[in-house]
């Protein structure tokens, strides 16, 4: 490929999605664009270049932008997050919002949607203490096909062997065809699926009290995860909580967040206000032994020296 | 360090699960089908057994079956490893004693998260 239709392929796509992408993925952008050429019937990618230089067409530039996306997920990925939310989160939810009996969960790069319905799953082996509580499971993601496999809930042998146990496979789904299983459509139901992109659709989404943003922040550089951490505090209730991937921090790169203490990948808002949802101390993990240093500060200012 | 017992007529799929077992580091035995299976686990009772379900002399069923009846047959977790991947052929194994269910084909990925789900290995 030439370098400046590689400069040209990946200034698109960083500009887009947040996607950065170093000269030696030069293979990798080759291999998924080929793809979107043959599909607008162009032989070669400086083709694709000069179409995108003299002929902006949006189906065109979400096309390329969506290619690049690695969109690889499980069920109960990690297995902790979901234990996390499941002992730690769920009963302070019943408890700090049995007023309203109502909460909101947005998976924030939802891809084939197993985020999402995995904390269906959770909701509905629970619905005992949920009787009468609106939950709203929002799922979003910049990849059209992804958003469209999550809606159809449909996955293949495989993809529900990953991280999904026998006894929810049994419960939850059926099989249609030899190979391919099913989310019944009462769990589907309880997530919406939509398009939306981490760069610029945070306006009309509403608040939320847990978000999941996981495994997406890793594919931006540093001034984008800032941005992107940044829009997700004002979206996020005053005592709500964010997970991210095991390969991701806040610590350096944004000042709005914090770790929760003794709880990994968990995060709540720098300022977040003493009552509210795990108050410190109230968390389930292990203490830290003494003088191992943990975050323990309030304000925002505080300073990690772990 | 754990033991497993990986049961299945095929060599070629049981030198594939040692080799998934063995980065998990367990220790493995193997037996051709479920007589041999059961032989084995009179001696000694592994912690993981991975059963294939159609073999000669013994199928994996029969062979479950008979574990569970053993004074220390329940101490072993039991996960089918199986081509047959209909509901009906997985909710009788569940039904007769197995802890987990495998379709095949599967890979490293799909043992271990199973293995984790089970509280077997750490996540
Ligand atoms: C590796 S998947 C992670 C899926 C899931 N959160 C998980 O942890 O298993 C990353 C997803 O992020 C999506 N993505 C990438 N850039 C995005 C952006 N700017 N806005 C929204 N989604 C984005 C991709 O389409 C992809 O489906």
């Known amino acids: 490929m030439k370098p400046e239709d590689f400069d040209l392929f990946s200034s698109l796509v960083k500009q887009r999605s947040g996607l950065v992408l170093s000269k030696d993925k030069s293979y990798l952008l080759e291999s998924r664009l080929?793809?979107?050429?043959?599909?607008?019937?162009?032989?070669?990618?400086?083709?694709?270049?000069?179409?995108?230089?003299?002929?902006?067409?949006?189906?065109?530039?979400?096309?390329?932008?969506?290619?690049?996306?690695?969109?690889?997920?499980?069920?109960?990925?990690?297995?902790?997050?979901?234990?996390?939310?499941?002992?730690?989160?769920?009963?302070?939810?019943?408890?700090?919002?049995?007023?309203?009996?109502?909460?909101?969960?947005?998976?924030?790069?939802?891809?084939?949607?197993?985020?999402?319905y995995s904390l269906a799953m959770i909701c509905a082996e629970e619905a005992a203490k949920l009787q009468g509580w609106k939950i709203d499971i929002l799922g979003t993601d910049i990849s059209t096909e992804m958003v469209e496999r999550a809606k159809s809930g449909i996955y293949s042998q495989f993809e529900v062997q990953r991280g999904l146990p026998i006894a929810?496979?049994?419960?939850?789904?059926?099989?249609?065809?030899?190979?391919?299983?099913?989310?019944?459509?009462?769990?589907?139901?309880?997530?919406?699926?939509?398009?939306?992109?981490?760069?610029?659709?945070?306006?009309?989404?509403?608040?939320?009290?847990?978000?999941?943003?996981?495994?997406?922040?890793?594919?931006?550089?540093?001034?984008?995860?800032t941005r992107v951490l940044e829009a997700m505090s004002h979206v996020l209730a005053p005592d709500g909580v964010l997970f991210l991937g095991g390969a991701e921090t806040v610590l350096g790169i944004s000042d709005k967040f914090k770790p929760l203490e003794n709880e990994r990948g968990v995060y709540v808002l720098a300022n977040r206000p003493d009552t509210g949802m795990l108050p410190k101390g109230r968390g389930t993990g292990v203490a830290p032994p003494v003088g191992s240093s943990v975050f323990t500060g309030t304000s925002s200012s505080a300073s990690i020296s772990a | 360090?754990?033991?497993?017992?990986?049961?299945?007529?095929?060599?070629?799929?049981?030198?594939?699960?040692?080799?998934?077992?063995?980065?998990?580091?367990?220790?493995?035995?193997?037996?051709?089908?479920?007589?041999?299976?059961?032989?084995?686990?009179?001696?000694?009772?592994?912690?993981?057994?991975?059963?294939?379900?159609?073999?000669?002399?013994?199928?994996?069923?029969?062979?479950?079956?008979?574990?569970?009846?053993?004074?220390?047959?329940?101490?072993?977790?039991?996960?089918?490893?199986?081509?047959?991947?209909?509901?009906?052929?997985?909710?009788?194994?569940?039904?007769?004693?197995?802890n987990e269910y495998i379709m095949k084909p599967f890979d490293?990925?799909?043992?271990?998260?199973?293995?984790?789900?089970?509280g077997i290995v750490e996540g």
């Not at chain 2, 077992?21 to 009179?42: S, T, V, Y």
């Not at chain 2, 047959?73 to 009788?92: A, L, P, R, W, Y």
């Not at chain 2, 490293?108 to 089970?118: E, F, H, N, T, Y």
Request: aromatic share 8%.
């Open chain 1, 34 to 116: 080929i793809p979107v050429a043959r599909k607008y019937n162009l032989k070669t990618l400086e083709e694709l270049a000069q179409l995108v230089r003299t002929k902006r067409d949006e189906a065109i530039l979400h096309a390329i932008t969506e290619a690049m996306t690695t969109n690889e997920s499980f069920f109960f990925r990690d297995t902790k997050p979901f234990d996390q939310f499941k002992k730690l989160l769920l009963p302070e939810l019943l408890r700090t919002r049995a007023a309203k009996k109502q909460f909101r969960i947005w998976s924030s790069a939802s891809s084939s949607g197993q985020e999402a």
């Open chain 1, 168 to 225: 929810l496979l049994m419960k939850c789904f059926s099989q249609i065809g030899t190979d391919k299983w099913q989310l019944k459509e009462e769990l589907r139901r309880m997530v919406q699926y939509r398009e939306g992109n981490l760069l610029t659709d945070f306006g009309p989404i509403g608040v939320f009290d847990v978000i999941y943003c996981r495994n997406v922040l890793i594919y931006f550089d540093q001034p984008t995860k």
């Open chain 2, 1 to 98: 360090m754990k033991s497993c017992l990986l049961v299945d007529d095929s060599r070629v799929i049981r030198k594939v699960a040692r080799q998934i077992f063995e980065a998990l580091d367990f220790a493995c035995e193997e037996a051709e089908n479920g007589q041999m299976a059961l032989e084995a686990c009179q001696k000694a009772m592994p912690d993981v057994i991975l059963l294939d379900w159609n073999m000669p002399v013994m199928d994996g069923m029969e062979f479950l079956r008979a574990l569970r009846k053993m004074a220390n047959g329940g101490e072993s977790v039991v996960v089918f490893c199986t081509t047959e991947n209909d509901m009906k052929h997985i909710q009788d194994a569940m039904a007769n004693g197995a």
């Open chain 2, 108 to 118: 490293a990925d799909i043992v271990r998260s199973k293995l984790i789900q089970l």
